[in-house]
Each structure stands twice: as structure tokens, then as C-alpha cells.
């Protein structure tokens, strides 16, 4: 077998040089469009490869110079994976810009424009909405919610992004193998569903209430936070903040420094300094050992430095400026 050069290259659908044969061969796989040269049309050189499955399939696109597509509506989910050049979307009112880096999904019914740079190949992958909103109802009910928009980014360069990329290419690769696994009309199936719900797990945001091992989501980091900044005066430990807040010990250390670059009795250190320096400056504490007192400050030593460290004089310095 002739190794294809191309992506589903085997599957050739279209080779050619003018702008009116790209238009209506491409419109007839995917949606009517409008295809103008920007720059250079003497490199248009439109390359189109196509391999249909039930209710998805997958194309190779490249143009060679440098166009733009313009699409009144889709009625269909395109996902586009650049492999080199930028591409610049319009869908709807939100705009975006992607590389090699970011797929875009584009969901039917706005219009779309699309700027394509030269030397932009690209991998498409179109899903039949009612394929995909099958799909989605089942991952809700796992839990995998999907923060959805009309040019919604993927990262592919992501742990999830890339895993989701390798699964678009293992299907790709197979198709260009008349004995390969997608030969297996059961099988072609299965992976059809293997990519939508890849792509779904791939753009889904993590539960709320089920944060990665180790850390906390930033909510609950927030809400410790404010915890400490009301009852910083009170005696607190990392123990009663995380109790406080519902989470091990271990995730609320991990949470804060994932989120605020701290621990959580460093953060309660800080909130006490502020508290004596503003009790000092407004004049509602007549000494540092009566400020420190009250806001649950037992070690005057370590005060002096740890004050000095943040605001660049000792706590009795700031006393004597404002008296």
C-alpha cells in the first residue's frame, strides 16, 4: 500500500487550483460558504481529504494562500485542529484566534467568518448535534459539566487536549488502512463515540465539588481565606481552618499554595500584621504589646521581625510616627 503524505490522504476528496471548484466541493460536505483569496492567489493550491463515519466525519483542509470563509450557519459541531499558520474566527459575536496549540469548536446556528493564514493545513472533525447533545446528557449525568460557548478553545498542548489530539489521529492513521480496526463497521462505531466523549471529558470543567488529588478548588480556598481574615484575633490552626471549611488538612495546604502562592499560617501571620499595623496607625492601640495582644499575637520577638519584613519598619516605629 502507497503511504498517504497527507492526513486521510487515502481519502482524497479534492486537488485543485481554482477558488470556484474548492468552493462548491467543499459546500458539499460541509455547509455553503463564501471562499476568497486574500493574498497571493497564485499559491491557492486547495487540498481537501474527507472520511465520513455515521454521524461524524473527519477532513483535512489546506488552501496554500492566505483566504477567508465566510458561512451564514452551520447545522453541525465543527472542531477545528490547526497543524501550522494561525486561524482567526468570527463566530457570532466572539472572536478568537488559534494555533497549532488551541482547537476551536464552533457550534451551528451563528454565522461564521474564518481567516485562514498560508501554510494553515488543518484537521476538522464535523459531529452531528444530536450525536454530540446524546453525548453530553450522558456525561451531566456523570457529573462532566461542559462551560459551552460558540468558539469554545481547547487546549491540545493540555494533558486532556493532547490525549484527545492522539485519539483524532489513531482514527486518521487506522482510516488509511483498508484492514485496519475502523474497517469494523462496530468498532468505527465505538471510536466515533470515543471521540465525542473525549472531546467532552477533554473540554469539561472539574466538579465543583470534586476537587484534583492534593488541592482544593479556589472557591474554598477563597471562603478559608475570609475565615481568617474575620478570626485572624482567635487562636487558628491549619487543623481548624480546614475543619472550618470542610477538607483535609493536606488539601487546604496544597489549595492555598496552588492559589495563593502561601501556607495557611503564613496567610494568617499576614492578616495579624495588618491588623496591629492598622490598630497602631489609627490610633485605637496605645502600645505594640496591646495591638499584638489583641489581634492574637504571643511572640513580641518574632513580631518586630516579621513586621519590619513586611513594611519596612518596626511596629514601634510606626507608633511613634502617628503619635
Given at each position: 500500500m502507497?503511504?498517504?503524505?497527507?492526513?486521510?490522504?487515502?481519502?482524497?476528496?479534492?486537488?485543485?487550483?481554482?477558488?470556484?471548484?474548492?468552493?462548491?466541493?467543499?459546500a458539499?460536505?460541509?455547509?455553503?460558504?463564501?471562499?476568497?483569496?486574500?493574498?497571493q492567489?497564485?499559491?491557492?493550491?486547495?487540498?481537501?481529504?474527507?472520511?465520513?463515519?455515521?454521524?461524524?466525519?473527519?477532513?483535512?483542509?489546506d488552501y496554500?494562500?492566505?483566504?477567508?470563509?465566510?458561512?451564514?450557519?452551520?447545522?453541525?459541531?465543527?472542531?477545528?485542529?490547526?497543524?501550522?499558520?494561525?486561524?482567526?474566527?468570527?463566530?457570532?459575536?466572539?472572536?478568537?484566534?488559534v494555533?497549532?496549540?488551541?482547537?476551536?469548536?464552533?457550534?451551528?446556528?451563528?454565522?461564521?467568518?474564518?481567516?485562514?493564514?498560508?501554510?494553515?493545513p488543518?484537521?476538522?472533525?464535523?459531529?452531528?448535534?444530536?450525536?454530540?447533545?446524546?453525548?453530553?446528557?450522558?456525561?451531566?449525568?456523570?457529573?462532566?459539566?461542559?462551560?459551552?460557548?460558540?468558539?469554545?478553545?481547547?487546549?491540545?498542548?493540555?494533558?486532556?487536549?493532547?490525549?484527545?489530539?492522539?485519539?483524532?489521529?489513531?482514527?486518521?492513521?487506522?482510516?488509511?488502512?483498508?484492514?485496519?480496526?475502523?474497517?469494523?463497521?462496530?468498532?468505527?462505531?465505538?471510536?466515533?463515540?470515543?471521540?465525542?466523549?473525549?472531546?467532552?471529558?477533554?473540554?469539561?470543567?472539574?466538579?465543583?465539588?470534586?476537587?484534583?488529588?492534593?488541592?482544593?478548588?479556589?472557591?474554598?480556598?477563597?471562603?478559608?481565606?475570609?475565615?481568617i481574615?474575620?478570626?485572624?484575633?482567635?487562636?487558628?490552626?491549619?487543623?481548624?481552618?480546614?475543619?472550618?471549611?470542610?477538607?483535609s488538612i493536606?488539601?487546604?495546604?496544597?489549595?492555598?499554595?496552588?492559589?495563593?502562592?502561601?501556607?495557611?499560617?503564613?496567610?494568617?501571620?499576614?492578616?495579624?500584621?495588618?491588623?496591629?499595623?492598622?490598630s497602631?496607625?489609627?490610633?485605637?492601640?496605645?502600645?505594640?504589646?496591646?495591638?499584638?495582644?489583641?489581634?492574637?499575637?504571643?511572640?513580641?520577638?518574632?513580631?518586630?521581625?516579621?513586621?519590619?519584613?513586611?513594611?519596612?519598619?518596626?511596629?514601634?516605629?510606626?507608633?511613634?510616627?502617628?503619635?
Open positions: 502507497v503511504r498517504a503524505t497527507t492526513p486521510l490522504g487515502c481519502h482524497g476528496v479534492l486537488r485543485t487550483t481554482d477558488v470556484h471548484d474548492a468552493r462548491e466541493s467543499i458539499a460536505s460541509l455547509a455553503p460558504h463564501g471562499l476568497d483569496v486574500l493574498d492567489p497564485q499559491k491557492f493550491r486547495a487540498l481537501h481529504n474527507a472520511a465520513t463515519l455515521d454521524r461524524l466525519s473527519l477532513h483535512y483542509i496554500g494562500a492566505e483566504v477567508e470563509v465566510t458561512a451564514d450557519r452551520m447545522d453541525f459541531h465543527l472542531i477545528q485542529i490547526p497543524l501550522a499558520g494561525v486561524t482567526a474566527i468570527q463566530a457570532g459575536e466572539h472572536a478568537t484566534t494555533t497549532a496549540r488551541r482547537a476551536v469548536v464552533i457550534a451551528p446556528g451563528a454565522p461564521v467568518r474564518m481567516r485562514y493564514s498560508a501554510g494553515n488543518r484537521l476538522l472533525v464535523r459531529i452531528d448535534p444530536e450525536l454530540l447533545q446524546d453525548r453530553l446528557v450522558l456525561a451531566a449525568a456523570g457529573g462532566l459539566v461542559v462551560p459551552w460557548g460558540p468558539g469554545s478553545l481547547l487546549d491540545v498542548s493540555g494533558e486532556a487536549g493532547q490525549s484527545w489530539r492522539r485519539l483524532v489521529e489513531i482514527v486518521v492513521t487506522d482510516l488509511g488502512n483498508d484492514r485496519g480496526l475502523m474497517s469494523s463497521p462496530r468498532v468505527a462505531k465505538s471510536l466515533e463515540i470515543a471521540v465525542v466523549d473525549g472531546l467532552i471529558a477533554s473540554l469539561a470543567a472539574p466538579p465543583e465539588d470534586s476537587p484534583p488529588p492534593g488541592a482544593v478548588h479556589e472557591r474554598v480556598v477563597r471562603r478559608a481565606a475570609r475565615l481574615d474575620e478570626h485572624c484575633a482567635e487562636p487558628l490552626g491549619t487543623a481548624d481552618i480546614a475543619e472550618a471549611v470542610g477538607v493536606r488539601a487546604l495546604q496544597a489549595g492555598f499554595q496552588a492559589h495563593l502562592g502561601t501556607t495557611p499560617m503564613a496567610y494568617v501571620r499576614r492578616a495579624r500584621l495588618v491588623r496591629v499595623r492598622e497602631l496607625t489609627d490610633g485605637t492601640a496605645r502600645s505594640v504589646t496591646e495591638a499584638a495582644h489583641r489581634w492574637g499575637v504571643t511572640h513580641l520577638g518574632r513580631l518586630s521581625g516579621d513586621y519590619r519584613a513586611a513594611f519596612g519598619e518596626a511596629p514601634i516605629d510606626t507608633l511613634r510616627r502617628v503619635q
